[in-house]
């Protein structure tokens, strides 16, 4: 099992900047891939961004040039530095670890941008 616990949301305007944290912990020598996903009201979850074991990452489009995922293994943390933020990234983020046979989420942090 890997328990995840999830930090940095808040409100803040229009090009502002936050920083999500994820702090993995339990059986987290299985993780092989973390990620955050966001939810807006009446929207379906959908991925933002990941980072592999080997540091290899995945964005969606909509984040690019505005979102950074990085991971601390050290720390088995993960962040996800949001810069330039619109209003339509207001959603709860979720943190999920992946494993070669289960995923595992948090409990998710609100993130809500002002226009």
């Known amino acids: 099992q890997v328990q995840l616990a999830e930090s940095g949301g808040g409100l803040v305007q229009s090009g502002g900047s936050l920083r999500l944290s994820c702090a993995a912990s339990?059986?987290?020598?299985?993780?092989?891939?973390m990620g955050w996903y966001r939810q807006a009201p009446g929207k379906q979850r959908e991925l933002v961004a990941d980072?592999?074991?080997?540091?290899?990452?995945n964005y969606v489009s909509s984040v690019k040039d505005r979102f950074t995922i990085s991971r601390d293994n050290a720390k088995n943390t993960v962040y996800l530095q949001m810069n330039s933020l619109k209003p339509e990234d207001t959603a709860v983020y979720y943190c999920?670890?992946?494993?070669?046979?289960?995923?595992?989420w948090g409990q998710g942090t609100q993130v809500t941008v002002s226009s």
């Open positions: 339990g059986s987290t020598w299985n993780i092989n891939v």
């Open positions: 999920q670890a992946a494993t070669y046979r289960d995923g595992f």
């Open positions: 980072i592999s074991n080997r540091d290899s990452t």
